[in-house]
């Protein structure tokens, strides 16, 4: 594959679907957004990386609860591409477009190419450069979307400009799946655009797989980290992609080994027609309770729900404290703490 493929007719061509299951996936497609590149073709005979990007029947059955913005972004959203849920932090989403489409978005209804507005105006952009001006609590502004580093160098570089104009704001982090899904898109001028003087720049990886971190995927990162911009990881949770803990365990490893620090670990949220890829709370705390004390810590993400309705997140990892005052070891045998002399 030399280009992204963005209809089932070339998923069909490039033979990662059936061609015969192409007029029932049309009802997906016409819903949700497709967008497979070059780096996530060549990957498909493994079956967790097929599960987050080809289109499934299973997406258009819809269960009670599931939202069309499970996360309440738009509750909080004083102005048009800000959210504004925690004090110190807001998101900027400068664009609603990525380089390629989850299965399981809690945004894939704001995303793609049917997508509203697919990317922000220049006024639209300048009034919410303003909201973030005019609130001195905000520390951190976090550029989300759609991908962030789908933009232009040139573009990235004046947003960037502008935030690094703001004194109050001291952080600004990026939250991308572009170095693993396509990391020839991670160039200098790419890395260049994302400095900031005077202010700590990250850049957040969503990477769900080992196989995602491909040689060609963490030499992109190594761009980033080398250029001095600190690297974090986020995953997602997902029935029959990661949720077996030796590929959780896999991936985490993976991404220490690339000089990203594992950061969170996402509950499945209530997108509608995700529910096929969503696990259970009890299932997801038994995954981190068999990496605890096999896995280094500082592989160990937190392991968090976003509550819906836009609440926030909150950890959700297993419980190691018992009754009357014991605490379980990483082998579920209990201790008294303080230890009885």
Not at 150 to 166: C, D, F, K, T
Request: charged share 20%.
């Amino acid at each position: 594959m030399t280009r992204t493929l963005r209809t089932l007719p070339a998923l069909a061509q490039a033979g990662l679907i059936e061609a015969q299951q192409l007029p029932a996936l049309e009802r997906v497609a016409a819903q949700y957004a497709v967008a497979v590149t070059p780096a996530m073709s060549e990957l498909m005979d493994e079956p967790g990386i097929a599960r987050q990007f080809l289109p499934d029947l299973a997406e258009l059955t819809v269960l009670p609860g599931e939202d069309a913005d499970p996360v309440g972004d738009l509750s909080h959203m004083p102005t048009e591409g800000v959210v504004h849920r925690y004090p110190d932090r807001a998101l900027l989403k400068v664009t609603h477009t990525c380089a390629v489409y989850c299965r399981f978005c809690f945004r894939r209804e704001m995303v793609g190419p049917t997508a509203e507005v697919p990317a922000l105006s220049a006024q639209a952009l300048t009034a919410a450069i303003a909201y973030i001006a005019g609130r001195p609590e905000i520390w951190e502004v976090i550029l989300t979307g759609g991908d962030p580093l789908v933009l232009s160098p040139r573009r990235l570089a004046a947003i960037m400009g502008r935030l690094a104009a703001i004194d109050h704001v001291k952080v600004i982090r990026l939250h991308t799946r572009v170095p693993a899904v396509d990391p020839d898109a991670v160039t200098d001028a790419l890395v260049s655009a994302l400095k900031a003087p005077g202010k700590a720049v990250y850049v957040a990886l969503h990477a769900n797989h080992p196989s995602e971190l491909t040689p060609a995927a963490r030499a992109a990162c190594a761009k980033f980290v080398d250029a001095g911009i600190p690297m974090v990881g986020q995953t997602v949770l997902l029935k029959g992609v990661n949720d077996d803990p030796a590929v959780l365990e896999a991936l985490l490893r993976a991404m220490v080994e690339t000089r990203i620090k594992p950061y969170y670990l996402h509950h499945g949220d209530l997108a509608r027609g995700t529910s096929h890829l969503r696990t259970t709370l009890a299932e997801g705390q038994a995954v981190m309770r068999e990496l605890r004390g096999r896995l280094s810590g500082l592989a160990q993400p937190t392991y968090v729900l976003d509550i819906p309705g836009g609440h926030g997140k909150v950890p959700v990892g297993p419980d190691y404290l018992g009754h009357d005052g014991e605490v379980e070891d990483p082998n579920g045998t209990l201790h008294p703490y303080p230890p009885k002399v």
